[in-house]
């Protein structure tokens, strides 16, 4: 549908201008911003503005967000392939990438004082395979937060697309675009008022440039650096989906958690770099750690503490290697058991196959989208609870019962992170991270009480729970989700079935029956898939995981390499018989 055939009302024109020339004479006389920053703020209200023409002045029959076409036609996106991709250069598609990510990690943000940088997702940083104070500081939450917002407003049918249906599928494609880029200045603007500050240095060096515009120009500076890192994520997951062997995204999550994982294992740097080796710091890797504590105490020294260092004391105890190695066991379990739906040809008789049904019905989706949800909140809280604009905002803002988080002093004094909630729907929310921030204060308040952060040991056991109920009722929520967006649901399945040219045997060759069928079995998978990812990645946290890298980032890494393995099995199988593409989704 090309521009001139969109059909539009004229008549939004005029309110939207309204609405734009209050809310910038609002902004003046609230904040009497800079020259400067005022075109600045002008010119992102018009494109807010511009976005909302848009889909408003659209007068068509279809959705809305057809009158987006104009936009999502013109974005920057890579190519499709024109035919098939031989699997080494999917291979070296996916190696280049997943290095190119690797150095993106290590780059770090032009003009921050590293010293003062605050980490707004540091409990979720696994899951969101970002790099703080760098390019990568924002990982993949753009991404993964505007597909949650697309499921959510789809599943709800706020958003009227038929996904089964090519163009409306690409309208929702394009329009995912537009909200991801929307979600990558939403998230980055936030990052420069007191958590990614510019240093001193740059902000003198403006000054002179452009006097009295110092502080805004470079904070500008620093947005953009994100805005340009998230969006080169964006694009480099494109690559890894079109030209390359899997997801990008499930790469960028997998390639980070190994690595916390390798560093929590092996890593000898003890706790406080810097500082010599000793019984209260000791090497952070749990095989350092643990051999260094054999070979420098006696037995009676190990029986009076030492081994409760080395079984379950932050950070990297061995409880967290054994809780790592039994999620990884038991991941590779559930994904390897199924329902087999038989299949026979309705033509070629003796040709039968099987249609696999997952336990992992819905992948492990649900729990990146459930995770990434709990990342914005934390960001959320934090923000309402410090950012000096925020603390305003009516009923939420400053409030303890939404969440409340240390100063800095009252972080240097109690040894925690500024960004470690203490009050409110913030604090039931948040990670639980291993048996010491829950069992031990349990087992032995007196001694272990302090790792509750003020609370009683009955708080913490509300903590655990609304964290397990959150972590497996979203999961299974987001589960019911994706399978509707993906064409993974009963009547989809059936006419991929059909297509094929299988059917069930002793039942009709119709999509109806073969829905039928389907029902009973692809509903019930699917909330089992949902709630046993959620409850397997917060089991994990509640046992702890080796370098902090979270249940969650543990069983989504265990779940991308499998699916990872049998992808290039896939692809080599389809090397070696080109006439399988097609059954196996290739071209012919």
Do not use: C
């Not at 029959?61 to 392939?81: D, E, H, V």
């Not at 997951?237 to 079109?242: A, F, L, P």
């Not at 995204?249 to 770099?273: D, K, M, R, Y």
């Amino acid at each position: 549908m090309a521009e001139e055939e969109i059909p539009r009302d004229r008549r939004w024109v005029v309110p939207l201008i309204v609405l734009g020339v209050i809310v910038l004479t609002v902004v003046w006389f609230w904040t009497s911003p800079t020259w400067i920053a005022f075109g600045a703020i002008t010119a992102a209200v018009a494109a807010i503005l511009g976005l909302l023409y848009l889909g408003l002045s659209y007068n068509g029959s279809r959705s809305r967000l057809y009158g987006l076409k104009p936009l999502t036609t013109r974005m920057p996106a890579i190519a499709q392939p024109k035919g098939h991709v031989h699997f080494r250069t999917k291979l070296a598609w996916t190696i280049g990438i997943l290095l190119m990510y690797f150095l993106l990690t290590n780059i770090y943000l032009f003009g921050v004082d590293q010293s003062t940088v605050i980490d707004l997702f540091a409990s979720y940083r696994a899951i969101l395979a970002g790099a703080q104070g760098t390019l990568m500081d924002l990982g993949i939450g753009p991404i993964v937060t505007g597909s949650i917002i697309m499921q959510l407003f789809t599943g709800a049918k706020i958003i009227n697309l038929d996904l089964t249906d090519d163009e409306d599928k690409a309208t929702y494609q394009g329009t995912q675009k537009v909200v991801v880029i929307a979600m990558i200045f939403i998230e980055a603007i936030p990052q420069v008022f007191g958590y990614i500050s510019p240093s001193a240095s740059l902000i003198s060096s403006l000054g002179l440039v452009s006097p009295g515009n110092g502080p805004f120009l470079a904070d500008t500076i620093i947005i953009a650096q994100l805005v340009f890192g998230s969006y080169l994520v964006f694009l480099m997951d494109e690559v890894v989906s079109k030209w390359g062997i899997g997801s990008g995204i499930s790469l960028f999550i997998a390639a980070g958690v190994s690595q916390q994982i390798i560093q929590g294992t092996l890593n000898w740097v003890p706790e406080t770099p810097g500082s010599a080796v000793s019984y209260s710091n000791p090497p952070s890797g749990t095989i350092p750690k643990t051999i260094y504590f054999l070979t420098h105490y006696t037995a009676s020294q190990m029986a009076g503490g030492g081994w409760e260092q080395v079984l379950l004391h932050a950070p990297n105890p061995i409880v967290a290697l054994v809780g790592t190695a039994v999620i990884f066991f038991l991941v590779a379990w559930t994904e390897s058991t199924r329902i087999e739906l038989p299949l026979s040809h309705a033509e070629a008789r003796g040709a039968r196959g099987r249609y696999p049904l997952r336990l992992i019905y819905a992948s492990n989706i649900p729990v990146i989208l459930m995770s990434a949800l709990l990342a914005n909140v934390s960001m959320v809280t934090i923000l309402l609870w410090t950012n000096p604009t925020l603390i305003h905002f009516p009923l939420l803002g400053h409030q303890w019962w939404v969440g409340s988080y240390p100063s800095a002093a009252q972080a240097t004094a109690s040894g925690i992170s500024q960004t470690t909630p203490l009050t409110g729907g913030a604090y039931y929310l948040s990670q639980v991270n291993g048996l010491e921030s829950w069992l031990l204060p349990i087992l032995n308040y007196g001694q272990y009480g302090s790792f509750l952060v003020g609370h009683t040991w009955w708080q913490g056991l509300v903590h655990v729970a609304v964290y397990f109920g959150a972590m497996v009722g979203g999961s299974i929520l987001f589960a019911k989700f994706w399978i509707q967006t993906t064409n993974m649901g009963p009547e989809a399945v059936a006419r991929q079935i059909e297509a094929s040219g299988m059917q069930i045997p002793g039942f009709r060759r119709e999509p109806r029956v073969l829905r039928r069928v389907l029902e009973r079995y692809i509903p019930v998978i699917t909330v089992i898939s949902g709630a046993a990812v959620g409850a397997l990645a917060a089991g994990a946290d509640l046992i702890g995981t080796l370098g902090n890298a979270s249940g969650t980032g543990v069983l989504l890494t265990v779940g991308i390499i499998i699916n990872l393995y049998e992808a290039m099995g896939r692809e080599q199988l389809m090397e070696m018989n080109p006439l399988l593409r097609r059954f196996l989704g290739g071209e012919t």
